[in-house]
């Protein structure tokens, strides 16, 4: 089973707590395993075929603690403190730790979409999924000037590329 877990947290790197089936592709091409790897875990853990097999899924089959691979998941996303270095911050209150995560999930939609349009949606969606709710999401290029109110600690804007991503959460009322 600790063959399992470890596939899990190698998969589930920004501790979202569900993996994809690109996410799966991706640890199958990184690994040199045979695509039957992905039916299989599809079969296994995604038996409705929504092609994301959510952690709780992952553990009923496996009778694994849901609770820990969390933790330690999200405790390997967060010790990953450095941001990359294509990843210029313009300015910002956010601690370095939620940075990194915000980064990573912006990077992570930049991947997965295939039109930049769809980049904010996917990272804004994601965000409220794993951060909670009232995240917003803005993609600039070139000149831009803006103004907006957050949560304080709760914003961001950085540079990836031409790309300026400005980031922040809304407080909850």
Known sequence: MEAFKEAWLAIDRLGRGYITSDDLNVYMR???YDESFVRKWQKLFDPDNTGVIQLDAFCDVLGLNAREIQEQARSNAASSNSLPDDVVVISGDMGLEWQVRVVNIVKEALRECAKMSDVPKQAKTNLDRQCNQLWH??????????????EP???????IGKQVFIVFKTPEY
């Open 30 to 32: 990184k690994q040199n």
């Open 153 to 159: 600690a709760y914003s961001i804007v950085f540079q």
């Open 137 to 150: 999401v803005i993609i600039a290029q070139g000149q831009f000037w803006c103004y907006y109110g957050h």
